[in-house]
C-alpha cells in the first residue's frame, strides 16, 4: 500500500509562511504527477496545487500567486511553500498523486490565526 508522509505544517499568523513536505516511503514518485490537497473543517477536499513529471504545474485560483509546488526526486519529496497565508487557508493539506490518488496520508495541520 502507497504510503505519503506530510509534514511541516503548524500555527502562523496571517500574512506568514510555511513549506510543507512529503515523503513517500514506499515507491518512487519521480514519474508520477503529484499534487497537494486540503481539506478544512466542513468542507470537502480540494486541490491546491499539481505538477507533472516533467516539471508543469497549476494552481487552484484561491492559492496562485501565493503557494509554489516543487518536487526533488532524488530525494522522493513534494513541498508545497506557502507565502502570504489567510485564515481561508485553514486546513490539513495532504499530498498524493495528481491524476489518480491513491491511499491518504495523515496529512499536516495548517492554522492560519492571529
Known amino acids: 500500500q502507497v504510503q505519503f508522509v506530510e509534514s511541516g505544517g503548524g500555527l502562523v499568523q496571517p500574512g506568514g509562511s510555511l513549506r510543507l513536505s512529503c515523503v513517500n516511503s514506499?515507491?518512487?514518485?519521480?514519474?508520477?504527477?503529484m499534487a497537494w490537497y486540503r481539506q478544512a473543517p466542513g468542507k470537502q477536499r480540494e486541490l491546491v496545487a499539481r505538477?507533472?513529471?516533467?516539471?508543469?504545474?497549476n494552481y487552484a485560483d484561491s492559492v496562485k500567486g501565493r503557494f509554489t509546488i516543487s518536487r526533488d526526486n532524488a530525494k522522493n519529496t513534494l513541498y508545497l511553500q506557502m507565502n502570504s497565508l489567510k485564515p481561508e487557508d485553514t486546513a490539513v493539506y495532504y499530498c498524493?498523486?495528481?491524476?489518480?490518488?491513491?491511499?491518504w496520508g495523515q496529512g499536516t495541520q495548517v492554522t492560519v490565526s492571529s
Open positions: 498524493n498523486f495528481g491524476l489518480n490518488t491513491g491511499s
Open positions: 514506499r515507491m518512487s514518485i519521480s514519474t508520477y504527477a
Open positions: 505538477i507533472l513529471s516533467g516539471g508543469t504545474t
